[in-house]
């Protein structure tokens, strides 16, 4: 099928390295979106794209956290000198147009923070 | 603050047994409001999109409805199968593309 995928889907670091997580959105999707989910609650918004730019990060919770789409298409987060409370399911959406429409969702990353 | 709250947290129903989830939203201006399934280990799934109050969207055992303050998911003689956590999100003017999710609604369907 032609859905969001994302790699890897299962990632262990140890506290202070660093990680990326990478998502491929569903072909011509404009936009993309980083949401965070811990267990037993809601995806919580991280960062939106609009093509290559990044119009919205004001979930990113510090600076250890950078999102990029060099090329419109592929996204990749990264993480920082990882701390535990960075222990979550991260999910990456998207969507077609630029205004509000329904964002379609990858199968996530969990992350473990030992 | 821009709000979504899920009712109840939990529902377990016995098959065939009809009920409703709710979700509350305090919102400066709605754009959107959305809902999702979510199966355990996976990403959640598109179901209903609602724009504006008095709208209504079905699909199978399901339906959506949506006033100015809430909207409902009413699940008519559920499945065991239809047992996930049904999210609901909001898009709201000041909030630009992004969706406010609330915590959710595990439900379990036993045969």
């Known amino acids: 099928g032609a859905g969001v995928s994302q790699s890897p889907r299962y990632k262990v670091a140890k506290r202070g390295q660093d990680v990326a997580l990478r998502c491929d959105p569903i072909?011509?999707?404009?936009?993309l979106f980083w949401y965070q989910q811990a267990l037993g609650q809601g995806p919580e918004f991280l960062t939106y794209f609009q093509n290559e730019a990044q119009l919205d990060k004001s979930g990113l919770p510090s600076d250890r956290f950078f999102a990029e789409r060099p090329e419109g298409s592929v996204s990749t987060l990264k993480i920082q000198r990882t701390q535990q409370e960075d222990s979550a399911v991260y999910l990456c959406?998207?969507?077609?147009?630029?205004?509000?429409?329904?964002?379609?969702f990858g199968p996530g990353t969990r992350l473990t923070v030992l | 603050e821009d709000q979504v709250t899920q009712s109840p947290e939990a529902l377990r129903l016995q098959e065939g047994e009809s009920s409703s989830l709710n979700c509350s939203y305090t919102?400066?201006?709605?754009?959107?409001l959305f809902w999702y399934r979510q199966d355990p280990g996976k990403g959640p799934e598109f179901l209903f999109t609602l724009y504006s109050a008095g709208e209504e969207k079905e699909k199978e055992r399901l339906k959506a409805t949506l006033t100015k303050k809430e909207s409902f998911l009413h699940i008519t003689a559920p499945k065991p199968e239809d047992s996930a956590t049904y999210l609901c999100?909001?898009?709201?003017?000041?909030?630009?593309?992004?969706?406010?999710f609330g915590q959710g609604t595990r439900l379990t369907i036993n045969p």
């Open positions: 919102v400066s201006g709605l754009r959107g």
């Open positions: 072909s011509g999707h404009v936009s």
């Open positions: 999100a909001v898009a709201f003017f000041q909030g630009a593309q992004k969706l406010v």
């Open positions: 959406a998207s969507s077609l147009a630029v205004l509000v429409a329904e964002q379609f």
